[in-house]
């Protein structure tokens, strides 16, 4: 906060004081009230987004986060055309991506920059065609993300951070086996 004659300024914004002495009153109240300052600052400005995010629809966004969304529109031909913030269902805390459902979507690729998405909490993936696994989901799996590929049809060979992944449809997985100390019944490893 800077204190010049009779104004007080918070984060661009001007308020004018008749009396000087009251501006640390004023500047005290105004305190109180930073996030609704900031909220007008931002409303005032622009979507002017910090370093490191962008500004779709007056929201800012983490950058790297709708890179990731973009990777998926441009891997599958089923989200051809929509903009990266528009696919399957998504959440957003502090504009970071925290969840991300696009389950029966026709997803076929996953991009490896998955990875970098290191604030989500959930990914859902359910009855899509996805085949394989990059290596860069492990980057975010176990750790991080809960993660649903239930109906997919991933075959082995895995990322390091999985030793089995089961109800996939198998049956056009070449030389599949069981990974060691598992039992195969039914197409499914025990």
């Not at 993300?145 to 060979?157: H, R, S, V």
């Not at 997985?173 to 499914?188: A, L, M, R, V």
Request: net charge negative; with cysteine.
């Amino acid at each position: 906060m800077l204190h010049l004659s009779n104004k007080v300024y918070f984060s661009g914004l001007i308020f004018f004081n008749s009396n000087v002495n009251s501006v640390n009153y004023k500047a005290n109240m105004g305190l109180k009230y930073l996030p609704l300052i900031f909220s007008l600052s931002f409303c005032l400005h622009g979507a002017e987004c910090p370093s490191g995010f962008v500004n779709i629809g007056e929201n800012c966004y983490k950058k790297n986060h709708i890179d990731v969304l973009q990777d998926f529109v441009e891997l599958n031909p089923s989200l051809s055309g929509l903009q990266p913030q528009n696919i399957g269902y998504q959440e957003w805390t502090n504009n970071q991506l925290t969840y991300l459902y696009l389950g029966n979507n026709n997803i076929v690729s996953i991009p490896d920059s998955i990875g970098l998405l290191k604030s989500l909490l959930g990914l859902d993936l359910r009855e899509n065609n996805i085949q394989s696994l990059p290596d860069g989901i492990c980057d975010i799996y176990p750790f991080y993300t809960e993660l649903n590929l239930f109906g997919n049809q991933i075959c082995p060979k895995y990322p390091y951070c999985f030793n089995y992944i089961g109800d996939q449809d198998i049956k056009e997985c070449e030389n599949f086996s069981c990974p060691h100390q598992y039992t195969k019944i039914n197409g499914e490893c025990y």
